[in-house]
């Protein structure tokens, strides 16, 4: 896989190009087999698609993330890895979300919901935010975070208030729901990991700095998260695509980020990250939680708004 991705950074930008529009059409092929798979699972086992969203879907779109911050770990990159958390997530709950309700219509979401999964994304930012404050993310700390999302996976799939109201029998056994899902996650993998490293490629050719290109990779890595949210709104999982925004914005900085450092042994956390791009993936946060909660969904002008603060927010790290 190295070599290949290799070959291809070697190739011309004409090339490149025409390889990154077959990577973003495998990343949709492979998100539509990930949401059948997820629905059919939820069916199945009773459980709603809103937790089907945070737990199994979150992960597998958050491949990307765990791979760039794994391969960042290894390689001693700390401020791409961490600069990638915070810039996919801060996408995620920004741009994608933004471009969902544009396209697809608007999102919902409960009270109850938002006081559980949206007070968990919301502590995962502040407590980056507070073990980063001397610069440093250490060994102990990672596993701390590893064991915190542990606890929360744990208390999702063992909740009774989460079974589905409704139980359909799908038309998929169980072992084909997890071979579609698997074989959509193997592609939006391969799909995602291709462009990342084009899109790193070209950063570098610009002398773009490690945290900057960090920030910007997660533009690449958040493309699965796109693909999966907007085509399950599509076909009107709501639950689905809002359980994956936000259990993405759990699963990044509660196991993305410390598998890297516990790979590096430990992370450093730079002061970009830390005066602007944590601030401000937390303000963004709390704005899109304050919607859900006292509207119950986000309509198109809140999603004009959060396109348009992300913008903001880029200039201002690039200042």
């Known amino acids: 896989m190295q070599s290949l991705l290799a070959a291809i950074i070697g190739f011309s930008p004409v090339l490149q190009g025409l390889i990154a529009a077959v990577c973003v059409a495998g990343l949709w092929w492979g998100a539509e087999l990930v949401i059948d798979g997820a629905r059919s ?23 990307p993330e765990i791979f760039v911050n794994v391969q960042a770990g290894l390689s001693g990159l700390s401020p ?8 996919s997530c801060l996408v995620q709950i920004s741009v994608i979300l933004g471009i969902c309700v544009l396209v697809g219509g608007p999102l919902t979401e409960t009270r109850p919901s938002i006081r559980r999964d949206g007070g968990m994304v919301v502590g995962s930012i502040a407590l980056l935010y507070l073990l980063g404050m001397d610069g440093h993310i250490s060994v102990g700390e990672a596993i701390g975070m ?52 084009i899109g790193l490629h070209a950063g570098e050719v610009l002398g773009i700095s490690p945290s ?20 399950a709104l599509l076909r009107r999982s709501n639950g689905i695509s809002i359980g994956n925004l936000l259990g993405s914005n759990i699963t990044d900085p509660l196991f993305s980020l410390p598998m890297g450092a516990l790979l590096a042994g430990g992370y450093s956390v730079d002061s970009l990250l830390l005066e602007r791009a944590i601030p401000a993936w937390g303000a963004i946060s709390l704005l899109v939680l304050l919607v859900f909660y006292f509207r119950g969904r986000v309509g198109r ?17 690039l200042q």
Do not use: C
């Open 41 to 63: 699972l939820a069916r199945r086992l009773g459980i709603s698609e809103l937790i089907i969203g945070l737990t199994v879907v979150s992960v597998g779109s958050s491949f």
């Open 80 to 87: 791409l890895g961490v600069g990638n958390v915070v810039g």
């Open 146 to 197: 590893v064991s915190l999302y542990g606890a929360y996976i744990l208390y999702l799939t063992r909740a009774p208030h989460e079974k589905a109201h409704h139980y359909v029998t799908p038309e998929q056994s169980v072992w084909e729901a997890l071979a579609k899902f698997a074989l959509g996650a193997v592609v939006v993998w391969v799909s995602s990991d291709t462009l990342i490293h």
């Open 212 to 231: 900057v290109i960090g920030i910007m990779s997660g533009i690449g890595t958040s493309v699965p998260e796109l693909a999966v949210s907007l085509i």
């Open 301 to 317: 002008p809140v999603a004009v708004l959060l396109i348009a603060l992300y913008i903001g927010s880029f200039w201002w790290f």
